[in-house]
């Protein structure tokens, strides 16, 4: 991602956009100035913010410990695999700070990312050992997962196939 990308409008609904569109016509009606952040995957636990997947996979784990079961992944080795950029709520606050004291910054969308890759091979032996349980990897055998195709054709970059996601498991019975 590069700040002077510019934002790709994509084909279907949004939540981003709309609030975006409102902001700049605020602040030019308004004779004032607008920044926009773009942070990457946050993970972490904060009261205030329940959506948060920490608390999904906590609660996962405390079930799978309650039960006595191994804390199984649920998605293919490519899911385990990749690595995905964080973005930690004391980066977004030393950046937020930064943008409101900046002049450069008015008028600028930015990417905050802080360059500590996240991967579920690395965080999975360690949530399992937060809650004392043994863990699995991703399934090998595709004949045991589901695929499930995303339903954008085209998908909303424009070109190429729908994704698919594999899952090894579901939650419902």
Known sequence: MTEDTPALRVPHANFYFPQE?????????????????????????????????????????????????????????????????????????????????TPGAANEAFNIVDDSPFSYGKFWPELAKWYGIPYSTPEVDESKSTTVTLPHNPPPRGFGKPGPVKIAFSFES
């Open 21 to 101: 569109d409102l902001l700049f016509e605020w602040c030019e009606k308004n004779k004032t100035h607008w920044t926009v952040t773009r942070p990457a995957f946050i993970l972490g636990a904060n009261p205030s913010s329940p959506i948060n997947v920490s608390y999904t996979l906590a609660v996962y784990a405390s079930v799978q410990r309650e039960l006595g079961a191994k804390l199984e992944f649920p998605g293919d080795t490519g899911a385990w695999d990749i690595n995905k950029d964080l973005s930690t709520a004391t980066l977004i606050g030393y950046f937020s700070e930064w943008a409101i004291l």
